[in-house]
């Protein structure tokens, strides 16, 4: 699988960004697809993780209530809606897939996007 993320940018605090990942995977809908981000200096931590079919979404604790995961299994994508975004969500974003049923471990996930920045400033 692989998986191409795009969407991200510079945006002052409190505004928004829509992050996109398209997959080249034939069976798109047969994966668990996340979110995860990297700041500088920081490990890498879960954002958001949608099951297969979109019924089922989890969030970390540092976005919920702002962030919404979303994937459209027709187009092979899944979206990540920010808004109300603080400084301290500058990292780069990945999007992650795995054939799993469920998670939402970083080292759980086999595939991975090649990241795209997004800087909110304040």
């Known amino acids: 699988v692989q998986l191409q993320a795009s969407g991200g940018g510079l945006v002052q605090a409190g505004g928004s960004l829509r992050l996109s990942c398209a997959a080249s995977?034939?069976?798109?809908?047969?994966?668990?697809m996340g979110w995860f981000r990297q700041a500088p200096g920081k490990e890498r931590e879960f954002v958001a993780a949608?099951?297969?079919?979109?019924?089922?979404?989890a969030y970390g604790d540092s976005v919920k209530g702002r962030f919404t995961i979303s994937r459209d299994n027709a187009k092979n994508t899944v979206y990540l809606q920010m808004n109300s975004l603080k400084p301290e969500d500058t990292a780069v974003y990945y999007c992650?897939?795995?054939?799993?049923?469920?998670?939402?471990?970083?080292?759980?996930?086999?595939?991975w996007g090649q990241g795209t920045l997004v800087t909110v400033s304040s």
């Open positions: 949608i099951n297969r079919g979109g019924g089922l979404a």
């Open positions: 992650a897939a795995d054939f799993a049923r469920w998670t939402t471990r970083t080292d759980e996930y086999d595939y």
């Open positions: 995977a034939r069976t798109f809908s047969n994966y668990l």
